[in-house]
């Protein structure tokens, strides 16, 4: 099937620090992807949805100034948690569609001092 | 209400035996579901599509009763390397996916 890499798969961060998260379409190109996080034990909880060359489209409650996506090519869209706190640690996973399905990213674990 | 709900489990299986699960989803115009199969701190993958009229791969059998709003999974002849959470998902309009909460599945010898 198509690959979803994310980069970095685990960082640790001080409060006040921003974070940016890469993901990345590896053998076709995404003109949408999405992102979602997961808090331990439970399920995951769209985020947001990137465009190519457009502005996200956010879920109700997630604030599009903390949570900064940038989907600047039809390979790579980048989730920046900013001033991220404690209350931000989750898995952070990013999907993109392709033939019909839709292919997840490892994910990134994000850890907030 | 969620708009996807699952039974949280754990379901503790005897290798070999069999198990069934449900989920159940509120959204009406929901047009595809589909099982998808998350080991621990990794991303969710897709075990399979499930279709009205029901379909089967391997091991694994998968129910629609769109009256009801609800989909099943079934694990026949159950693995050790099933254990797992299973999730739910339905998709409405356009591509964005609604996750259920998961079922916990934990084959044991």
């Known amino acids: 099937g198509a690959v979803v890499s994310q980069h970095p798969s685990r960082v640790i961060c001080k409060s006040g620090t921003s974070v940016k998260i890469e993901c990345r379409s590896l053998?076709?190109?995404?003109?949408?992807m999405f992102w979602y996080r997961q808090f331990p034990k439970q399920s995951l909880m769209l985020m947001a949805t990137?465009?190519?060359?457009?502005?996200?489209?956010?879920e109700q409650g997630v604030e599009k100034d903390k949570f900064l996506i940038n989907h600047a090519s039809l390979t790579l869209s980048t989730l920046t948690v900013t001033s991220a706190h404690p209350e931000d640690s989750s898995f952070y996973i990013c999907?993109?569609?392709?033939?019909?399905?839709?292919?997840f990213g490892p994910g990134t674990r994000l850890t907030v001092l | 209400r969620k708009e996807v709900e699952q039974d949280p489990g754990p379901f503790n299986v005897p290798e070999g035996a069999t198990v069934a699960f449900n989920c159940t989803y509120s959204n009406s115009a929901s047009q595809s579901f589909f099982w998808y199969r998350q080991d621990c701190r990794k991303e969710p993958k897709l075990l399979m599509s499930?279709?009205?009229s029901g379909n089967e791969d391997g091991r694994f059998t998968a129910q629609l009763n769109r009256a009801s709003q609800y989909i099943s999974l079934l694990i026949r002849d159950s693995k050790l390397s099933d254990s797992a959470t299973y999730l739910c998902v339905v998709k409405a309009a356009g591509n964005k996916l609604t996750f259920g909460g998961g079922t916990r599945v934990l084959v044991k010898p």
């Open positions: 990137s465009n190519e060359g457009s502005k996200a489209t956010y």
């Open positions: 999907s993109a569609y392709a033939v019909f399905e839709q292919f």
């Open positions: 053998d076709f190109q995404a003109t949408t």
């Open positions: 499930v279709y009205s």
